[in-house]
Every structure is written in structure tokens, then in C-alpha cells.
């Protein structure tokens, strides 16, 4: 009798879960990226320009110091006087305007910045309507275009920058290693550039950066539609664990 009613238990149990995870996998769907969003990244395993999509090199007076891949990092290294850049999307532009916002998450590390270096490494985000250019130092990321920024110890470890916009206009939002508040939040300039940079652009910039990787998701305002069915799909997942209790 404990037997059978242990079993019948058990199916019940199965059947619970498995329904609980149809709906849990329905709810997913409706939030996570939808046809239209775009999601590219570099991890470092190749040079930028080797990689799928090819970034292009569009600054290169390194005179072969330049990037160097090992391990799944990209380290550039520049004196004061050499630049490197690498770039992606300038022709087409890769940021779509009808969608929602991008979050671009930066896992990199200073090395070391050059003696007399205003900064050792820098990173364009540019929409299409607005840009800002984040810069690194070995105690401080800043925001070139117009200013700002926080102090930061970026040579003591990798750290994970993500730099959010909202929708195109911005502000760009900071963030460090998963925190729930931006270390510093922006507005852009006005620019009709459409595009993403990185590397050393400046002159007067200089060191050894350390790129684990680069992952951007341009991402798609979920539809009324969606959200509504999301909400309902909530309320289901809520009534079923109620009657559980
Ligand atoms: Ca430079
Ligand atoms: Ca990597």
C-alpha cells in the first residue's frame, strides 16, 4: 500500500515538475531575446581581425608591438606615441535604432599604463545618434568626450565592465563586476557614427591591456503582446505553487 501510494506520488511529482517546467520554459521564451536581437562577441581566442565577425583594424602605428593572443586574452600593447584600434560595423551600422538598448559586458584588465600615458586603453560606443568614449587607466575610467568618470584599481585583477545604453540616446550606464548601481552614469554627444571601437585610439594613451572579451546584445523592447501572455504565464506559475503549499 506505501508502495503504490509512493509511486503514485512520485508520478504525481514528475508530472507537477514537468508542467512546472513547460511553463517556466514558455516564460523564457517570451523573455529572452527575441528574433530581432543581435548578440556578437569576441572572446579573445583569435586576433580581432581573424575572428567571426572580423573586427578591422583601423589604427595601427604599433610598428609590430601591437595585439598579441594567448589563452583566450588579447593583449595590446602601446607606447605613448603608437596607437591601436579595432573596429566593427562601420559600414553598415550594426545598431539598430528600433530596438531597446544594448549592454555591452567587458571583461579586461590594465596591465600597466605607460609612463607619461594619459590613460592606457579606451572603448567607443557609438549608436548612431549619440557616442561615448570610456577610457582606462591604471586607477581611474573616465569618459572622454564629455567628461567623468570614478577611480577604480583596474590593474589588480580582471574586472567585468558592462556598459549599458538605453535605447540609443543613453545615458550610458557603468557597471563593475555585476554591481546593482552604475559607478557612473552619462550622457553621450551627439554623433552619427554607428559603431564600436576598442583598443588604444589616442594619441597620449599607452600601456598593456589585457581583453578577455567583448559580448554586446543590442536587445529588443519586448512587444505588449508578449508582456501581457509573460504576465498571465506568471499568474499560472503563481496559482500552481499555490496549490502545492
Ligand atoms: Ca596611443
Ligand atoms: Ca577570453
New binding site residues.
Partial sequence: MFAASHLFWKGWENMRKASLAAIASASLILIGPHAGAATISYEGDALPQASTPAWGVFLDDTAGAGGVVSGGILTIT?A????LGYRLFSSPGGWDPTLGGTDIDIRMKVVSQAQGAGRAGDFLVATGTQAWLVRWGAARVSEELLGGGFDLDTTDAFHTYRLSVAGTEGPLNIYVDGAAVPSVSLPGVDSTANRLDFG???????GVVQWDYIRWTNNEVPEPASLSVLVLGGCALRRTRRRDV
Avoid: A, E
Avoid at 605613448?80 to 596607437?83: A, C, L, V, Y
Avoid at 588604444?200 to 599607452?206: A, C, I, K, S
Fill in positions: 602601446t605613448p606615441t603608437q596607437s588604444d585610439q589616442l594619441d597620449g594613451d599607452g
